[in-house]
């Protein structure tokens, strides 16, 4: 069993910051890529930020230069640091992570539960 936890969600102006946290936890043997991905009300799901095992990022052109994607390989853990958010920014936030389990043959991907920011103007 493998999970995906994250934290880090609320409420917060325009201009502000929130910094968004995603635990993976079970029988994990290795994680390749992980990354953030959002929803917002009547749209598709979207890639916001990527991060693969050797620390090399992507981000969506929307984001480039406000938002930071890292992680902590020893903990599993992916951080997402959302700076200058806009109403735009305003979705339920998902992570996701590409894993491979001490049953599996092959990386499969997970998702946590998601997690919900608002930015108000």
């Known amino acids: 069993?493998?999970?995906?936890?994250?934290?880090?969600?609320?409420?917060?102006?325009?201009?502000?910051?929130?910094?968004?946290?995603?635990?993976?936890?079970?029988s994990i043997f290795s994680i390749n890529a992980m990354g953030w991905y959002r929803q917002a009300p009547g749209k598709q799901r979207e890639l916001v930020a990527g991060i693969i095992s050797g620390g090399?990022?992507?981000?969506?052109?929307?984001?480039?230069?406000?938002?930071?994607?890292?992680?902590?390989?020893?903990?599993?853990?992916?951080y997402l640091q959302m700076n200058r958010l806009k109403p735009e920014d305003t979705a339920v936030y998902y992570c996701n992570a590409k894993i491979l389990t001490s049953w599996s043959v092959r990386h499969y991907d997970y998702w946590g539960q998601g997690t919900q920011v608002t930015v108000s103007s």
């Open 1 to 26: 069993q493998v999970q995906l936890v994250e934290s880090g969600g609320g409420l917060v102006q325009s201009g502000g910051s929130l910094r968004l946290s995603c635990a993976a936890s079970g």
């Open 56 to 78: 090399t990022t992507n981000y969506t052109d929307s984001v480039k230069g406000r938002f930071t994607i890292s992680r902590d390989n020893a903990k599993n853990t992916v």
